[in-house]
């Protein structure tokens, strides 16, 4: 079998310490935050971005440009690899063009070798989710084609749900429509948000109070996941506790046995603001 590497981009949220141990490449998007510029070669703790935004910052974010993925991706095509790139969402974000445009041009360099980029239409660890999948098969003996396939057939299938203190965050940074911030706004409601089958945030809707928000999004949880399902991501922007209560909530009342506990990295972060809370899984739908 021919030998393949699966990326994808720091959207995803997943640890670096997961990115290691399954020798996943990385591209990184940037935050831009008070003049600086933070990326893998110059992190931002979760804790730094979200007390900076407390404190009244506004940070903003880049996309991958074609030389970056291409700097990423020609040193595995030197090596002989094969690359299978889970790209943020078209939806959202550019980054997955620019690796399109970066694969047809060392396409053309490297003809031998093969460079497969998938729209994922997804965000943070919903994202993640997928390409944890992916790896999953690939260390079962999967090849790239056969987890290539498998992506583009499941993806749709990612359910990404999720609630945030305050939609100006997204607003700001044209994630989600005005009529929508004004919502967030109004005292005491909490949005209700999905990443809809176009890749994009859609605010499915509204309920008063943070706990009334919390049991929804469990409660959309357990009528869409796939039958015999265990596996639920959980992210978080600087409200560890309150995931893992979360957490040990799906698993006493619904013998969910895996879950990954992630912060909302500096990417989405940027855009989601602290207090955010979402929960990923593979449903019946998106």
């Known amino acids: 079998m021919r030998s393949y590497v699966i990326s994808t981009d720091s959207s995803a949220d997943l640890s670096e310490a997961y990115l290691k141990e399954h020798q996943i490449t990385m591209i990184s998007l ?5 003049g600086k510029i933070y990326n893998s070669e110059n992190p931002i703790t979760p804790k730094q971005l979200y007390d900076n935004i407390r404190e009244g910052a506004m940070p903003t974010t880049s996309q991958v440009n074609p030389e970056q993925a291409k700097a990423a991706f020609e040193p595995l095509l030197k090596e002989g690899k094969d690359i299978l790139h889970l790209a943020f969402s078209s939806g959202l974000s550019g980054s997955c ?21 998938i729209d994922t239409l997804l965000a943070a660890l919903g994202q993640g989710l997928l ?10 003996g999967a090849s790239m084609d056969e987890v290539a396939d498998w992506c583009e057939k499941n993806k749709d299938y990612i359910a990404s749900y999720v609630t945030v203190d305050d939609l100006f965050h997204l607003y700001r940074g044209g994630r989600v429509s005005r009529s929508s911030a004004v919502l967030g706004s109004m005292v005491g409601i909490k949005p209700i948000i999905r990443v809809n089958e176009e890749g994009k945030l859609e605010v499915i809707g509204k309920v008063r109070g943070r706990k009334k928000a919390i049991q929804t999004i469990i409660k959309d949880l357990m009528e869409r996941i796939r039958d015999g399902e265990k596996t639920v991501f959980i992210s978080h922007g600087d409200c560890r506790e309150e995931a893992e209560f979360l957490a040990r909530k799906i698993k006493q009342k619904y013998q969910i046995t895996t879950e990954l506990i992630n912060d909302v990295g500096a990417v989405i972060g940027a855009h989601s603001g602290p207090g955010t809370m979402a929960l990923f899984f593979v449903g019946d739908v998106r």
């Open 30 to 34: 940037s935050c831009i935050l008070n």
């Open 131 to 140: 390409v944890y999948k992916a790896v999953q098969m690939k260390e079962q």
């Open 97 to 117: 063009q620019s690796a399109r445009i970066a694969a047809e041009e060392l396409q053309d360099e490297y003809p031998e070798r093969k460079i497969v980029v």
